[in-house]
């Protein structure tokens, strides 16, 4: 269930509070008790881990080496670098 901020437009009152995401947003400020609250809209906390066994380092990315080229570039340098080898050709042999 998500934490949803509340705005009371009557005495500027801002608040968090818990609820289901099908419930109704609240309409009633819980200090000045007037009908002119407001759901303000929220970037949320993205995905939070809780609990033994997770690290920050297991979901970072990794950058790589520049040694090694990787993806589409590696294929295309291997393409052109096998493509620009001239064929080997047999001599032919010379009557004489």
Known sequence: MPTYEYLCENCGYEFEHF????SEPL?????CHHD??????????????KGSGFYITDYTHKKSSSAEPSGSAAK?????????????????????
């Open 19 to 22: 609820q289901s995401i099908s």
């Open 27 to 31: 309409k009633k400020c819980p200090k």
């Open 36 to 49: 002119s609250v407001v759901r303000k809209v929220s970037g949320g906390t993205g995905l939070i881990f």
């Open 76 to 96: 295309k340098r291997k393409s052109s670098v096998s493509g620009s080898k001239p064929k080997e050709t047999k001599p032919t042999k010379s009557e004489g």
